[in-house]
């Protein structure tokens, strides 16, 4: 299980490190296998440039090899991530997580050729992430799969389409050093009986050690104890989204007591009514706050 790193603000909207580094400390002392950092819950594009270079500076630091970081780097003018990815200093990222294209809908052949050209312009391994709910194009089975052929160093996909047939198409015909990150948490442990090799979860954000040991017990073929796990965090998966990502998982960190409960603009934190349920859940779930 990876953890897509929420950013922590203050109560002025400017980023709070001390939360972020301890969180990250939070994250990796309860079991996570890997921090995904400047993701779409990091709220990305609401970040400077020099926030982002701190925020990966800081991580790397406070990590100290101890998991393996998958940066976000995703942008729909290609030069763009090439550009960041030839002259940004890289050290510590073992991989990069790279979103098709959002706004310009390029077709097939466009996502293709995105990322055949971000792939020939470094050895990173590269995470595709195929999100069609937010970038407005899907990217079908037929072309991950051409790309998982056609590049070694693109090595896994992110798959959060929701189909669950076009993912078991990738799943079935992949090659054999390719792998399939559920992108959604509440269909981690349904593609995991299919194939898929783990998650990039939200809600590992606040409860990292049950969601790993849920992950854990799947991918080990305990399927009856790990659909325990994913049942009690059912009616958790719908909140978590309801008013809108990460707006659910900070306002369960915030109730944590390890972040404030503040958004950058235009993400606003959930509503009341979604806090006081968030609220009732946990409590029913017997999860001290």
């Known amino acids: 299980m990876g953890v897509a790193l929420i950013t922590p603000f203050k109560e002025d909207g400017s980023i709070d490190y001390d939360a972020l580094l301890r969180l990250v400390e939070f ?16 709220e ?3 970040l400077s440039s020099e926030e982002k270079k701190k925020i990966k500076s800081l991580v790397i630091e406070r990590v100290n090899g101890r998991v393996p970081i998958l940066l976000g780097v995703s942008s729909n003018c290609t030069q763009s991530v090439i550009d960041t990815v030839k002259n940004e200093d890289m050290t510590g990222v073992d991989a990069l997580l790279i979103s098709v294209p959002y706004y310009n809908k390029p077709s097939q052949e466009g996502i293709y050729q995105h ?17 069609p709910g937010r970038t407005g194009v899907n990217m ?6 051409r790309l998982a052929r056609d590049f070694e160093n693109i090595v896994a996909i992110k798959e ?89 998982v900070k306002a369960m960190l915030n109730m944590m ?9 235009p993400l606003v934190p959930t509503r009341i009514t979604t806090y006081e349920e968030m609220r009732r859940v946990l409590d029913s779930l017997k999860i001290k706050l």
Do not use: W
Not at 27 to 42: E, H, P, R, S, Y
Not at 140 to 145: F, K, P, S, V
Not at 257 to 265: A, D, K, S
């Open 115 to 131: 990322y055949k050209a971000i792939a020939q312009s470094t050895k990173l391994p590269i995470v595709l992430y195929n999100v």
């Open 27 to 42: 994250q990796i002392q309860n079991g996570i296998d890997f921090l995904c950092v400047l993701g779409t819950t990091a």
């Open 44 to 46: 990305t594009p609401t």
């Open 257 to 265: 007591g390890m972040i404030e409960n503040r958004l950058r603009l």
């Open 140 to 145: 079908t089975a037929e072309t991950t799969l």
């Open 160 to 248: 959060a389409s929701g189909n669950i047939t076009q993912m078991d198409d990738i799943i079935k015909n992949k090659p054999e050093n390719f792998d399939v990150i559920s992108g959604d948490d509440c269909i981690t442990f349904p593609l995991i009986t299919l194939g898929a090799v783990g998650v990039i979860s939200v809600i590992g954000n606040a409860f990292p050690k049950e969601f790993s040991r849920m992950t854990r017990l799947a991918l080990a073929g305990d399927y009856n104890n790990a659909l325990t796990i994913h049942h009690r965090f059912t009616e958790l998966f719908n909140l978590l989204f309801v008013d809108g990502n990460p707006a659910g």
